[in-house]
């Protein structure tokens, strides 16, 4: 499987992602800041305070705070909404990050017990968030990242966030991707925020930082979650790394997202026309979907590496086995813009030759 | 208060510390690595287990951690041993970053008991350490650092380091500032490091980068370690602003100890000399010093200001009340071989005149 991954590295260009994560990526977000700026300092300085703020209105919340990432903001999140509330149980959906990719932190570091809600290969129903037990919050992630960057109609949105407000339930917004959603809801972030008490934002996945998160709510939540990252050691005294990369590639991307949207919708119509592939969702209501194949990976993986060395054309670094299909994710970002079209349609053009 | 501070900074020296922490630190650190240079990715790549691995060897241990934080490393280790050895509680000094800087993070988050041995004001002892109850993990900071840098003789860490072997407690060392200590106990690393089991060292303190730890154990210690970063949310996808700080930071610093120990021990002396000032301990054993000027903040800080303003020579950038005092920190760096004689003459020669 790594020579699939090297052959995707090493092509001319890829359909997925902003490029190659290189030092080069901090080098030019620090390029336009002099020597003599000073560091944050434990949360407080200038670097900081006014970003989190920027946030903050960015999202129409009272407070907003930088954390080193998402895991940390959101465990937070969801103990101090259990504290709130006095109930030690949450909600999300069967394939939450929190449930699949933090080794359990929320449940091993809090007293904290977690309902999955709906199936794991569908988002969840207003229906569903109905028939759920007493809870202290709910986690709602905009796009599901991983069954390919689905979301509910915006109307949908609404009425869950009118049943949680009716019973006292607070509702929190994963939004990892939620600037890459924006295009589809035709929405701005303060208006799917609005719908939320608390929202997490990523700066590394379609904006391309180097890692870092913001946790937004009301200021007494925000008060709390400053207690609790010092808690969990990430109250560094110099985030200024993170903090200030976030910044420059969210001014240079934020105004993408509708390019990136476009560009996924045309590439997933161009698979979905190949025999022996497909995409979920078919249509994407984001910068990100799900590309299939036929077959396993073990048969899969020769056949696009030699499409990767053929063409130079990057379409998958790896590939999960499926029942009965293998399965990568695409997210558009800047290096889909940057291919010139004949190599694009040269690539599809194999494709199609060797998947037929 | 914020006129001291700013007098400090704006001198055209200081005594204490490595200079002006701004981005030109992280900028200088990075001149020297390619653009090209991919980044680290979620623990692995070239940046972060060549890193690890040097300072396990650095500290003689079987393998070692990078973390964002020493808060997270720590609670971390004391976490691994409580489970390993079936028991809730651990001890440290009353005066343990875990115990005052942390806000109860490592009580918040796991099922954790801790005692505090002997008494605040000084370091503990052998006999404090066998009065104790059944304990998983004894917690050792070198130097401790809340009372000025104090630290014990070797021959009393050896004996602490069998007797807890004998009883099968676990020692850790927070060693924060580790390097620091060499050159009073005239031994390498590694020979203090093999007293414990586990060991943190900073790499923003002495070594002046711009934040970040190690945490280095045996194999399995380690191992576990990786996981609950991952619960912590500290297995960032990119470390590397850290890293290669800390990497540079390291190699440039960490043959000045010496010279820090010998420039502070000269300094405590002078202050020591003079009337209404005194220094703990009066003899540093490592880069570092408590100052104490006789009389309150509110009357001494008027007086520093000046002295700080008239002869550009920057003594101490905040004063914390004491019984009778009030106190700085001085943590000797770079930043005081850069003075020449005549302003630190001068300087001292003012305090004698204003103090008096």
């Known amino acids: 499987m790594n020579r699939l991954r090297t052959t995707f590295q ?7 992602g902003h490029g190659k994560r290189n030092i080069g990526v901090l080098k030019t977000a620090l390029e336009d800041v002099t020597d003599e700026t000073a560091s944050d300092q434990y949360g407080t300085g200038s670097i900081i305070q006014p970003f ?15 954390f080193p990432s998402g895991t940390m ?12 509330t006095d109930n030690r149980t949450v909600a999300y959906h069967p394939l939450c990050h929190l449930e699949i990719h933090e080794q359990d932190g929320l449940k091993e570091l809090h007293p904290i017990k977690t309902i999955l809600v709906g199936e794991a290969d569908r988002v ?51 939004g990892a991707r939620l600037f890459e959603m924006l295009p589809y809801y035709e929405k701005t972030a303060v208006e799917i925020a609005g719908l939320f008490d608390s929202v997490y934002i990523s700066f590394y996945k379609g904006l ?15 008060q709390t979650a400053r207690i609790w990252k010092r808690r969990y050691g990430g109250d560094l005294i110099s985030l200024y790394p993170y903090i200030l990369s976030a910044d420059y590639y969210y001014e240079l991307r934020k105004d993408r997202m509708g390019q990136y949207y476009e560009d996924a919708k045309q590439l997933a119509e161009r698979f979905n026309a190949l025999p022996g592939i497909h995409t979920t969702p078919k249509v994407p209501v984001s910068n990100m979907f799900h590309l299939h194949f036929s077959g396993q990976a073990a ?25 009965g299909y293998c399965s990568t994710e695409i997210s558009v970002g800047d290096a889909y813009a ?8 040269a690539g599809f053009e194999r494709l199609r030759q060797v998947f037929s």
């Open 124 to 174: 969840m129903t207003l229906d569903e968030i109905k028939a759920l037990p007493d809870i202290a919050c709910l986690l709602l992630e905009l796009p599901q990242r991983e069954i390919g960057g689905v979301a509910p109609a915006f109307s949908e949105l609404e009425a869950i966030s009118r049943y949680c407000r009716e019973r006292d339930i607070r509702l929190h917004l994963d």
């Open 52 to 66: 989190e703020q920027k946030f903050a209105d960015v999202l129409g919340m009272e407070d907003a705070v930088f």
């Open 299 to 323: 048969d899969v993986s020769p056949k696009l590496e030699k499409i990767q060395e053929e063409t130079g054309l990057g379409f998958a670094g790896y590939l999960v086995d499926k029942d």
């Open 10 to 16: 090493q092509a001319t260009g890829q359909i997925s």
């Open 338 to 345: 940057q291919l010139d079209a004949q190599t694009v349609d």
């Open 73 to 84: 903001a959101q465990q937070i999140a969801l103990r101090i909404w259990s504290d709130e």
């Open 208 to 222: 391309g930082g180097i890692a870092g998160a913001i946790l937004a709510g009301p200021a007494t939540f925000c």
